[in-house]
């Protein structure tokens, strides 16, 4: 087993031929691509660096989004080589309480409408550490799990879940085929939006799955990335940004069909899909063709929504740097809370560093005793919290923002202020008059802040 301290060193080493630059949309190949959000060249984001990494130059990537005018994905053009950034992963998802209910509650579903399938097997795409295919073995299912980094699959595999170390393709579906059979379920959370093979994860879930089997997949949601000003959401991992228009195109282009969508509150906001072989054998819920009239509605179709959601990061980025500086020169202590993939693109967009924010703690041991990549702010344990409380913590983990408010009440109780910074920068518990004047005015009047 590799030890946990050279986990993602690589990264850092990113030489230029890592990094290919797309010239067509990944979905349907169209060449009319329009870029709309820049977010400038940014260190690959969970590319966390040693004290030694520090003096030396660090690879940037450009991270600028765009729009496809044929089926309306948006997307990244210039990818960074998967093995580079999946091999050696640095996220386990066990480690978030939240999503271990959330998991849990989407086993019992799967089993609850799709108990025969379940049971003849359920394969899982990026299976991660077996977090969805741990309930459902416990209740009955045959399950099989699929994830290319091996130091997570021995995670898996020491709690009984089988898991095959690699990256799923056609290949490995047919491989599957044969010493297992067809799947009943295929399941793929939080993995179509971060592989440039779509079409080879595509045309290996049409040959594995069952004729009665179902294609149940997460994927964040593009509705939710720009109702709630989630810029941050995007980074060299996280390809696409799926709306149900792409989706539909690549699914039919490969032979299968939505019959049900539902939104769930994951990674920001997301929608679990399920699919199946087409001609359908399952009834079209509503929810399916309420969904597709809010993306009309939203304008999902139009390159004018997109550039008008692009104006929004800038306005995040100067008022979160002028609260920031502000309560920096009165002294006040800011440490950030959590290091996940999206805190990093907010950091380095913003132009964050330790300057500003003392520490980050975060509960991952790999990440531990690290640098950010880009901006190179210390990672520290949880406990540093209580040793050396700050005034305010900035909320680079938002989406647990609720849970993490909780868990920390004692820190609220004596004072402490938490920093959301998106949708735009709030303060909670909601401040006095005089903070809020002091992050908006900056000197006039600081010395009321005290
Ligand atoms: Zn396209």
Redesign the pocket.
Known sequence: MRSQNDLNSPLRHIAPRFVKKRAT?M??G?KKLTPFLFLGKTAVANSFLTKRDLLKRELKVPLTVYY?H??H?IQLLDIVDRKLLFEKYAYFCSASTPLLRHFQNYAEELLKRFPAQAKKLTVEIASNDGILLKPLKERGARVLGVDPARNVVQIARRKGIPTIADFFSAKLARKILRKYGKAGLIVANNVLAHTDTLHDIIAGVKELLDEKGVFVFEVQYAIDLLDSNEFDNTYHEHICYFSLF?LTYLLKKHGLEIFDVKRVDTQGGSIRVFASHSPLRFPVKKSLSLLRLLEHKKGMDRLATYRKFAKRPPLVKHMLNQLLQTLKKHGKKIAGYGAPAKGNTLLQYCSIGPGLIDYIIDTTPVKQNKFTPGTHIPIVHPSMLKKSTPDYILLLAWNYADAIIQKEEWFSKQGGKFIIPVPKPAIHPVTTRKLRHSGQRKKKSSKKTK
Do not use: Q
Request: net charge negative; aromatic share 0%.
């Open positions: 949309c979905v349907c169209d496809c044929a089926c994905l792409p």
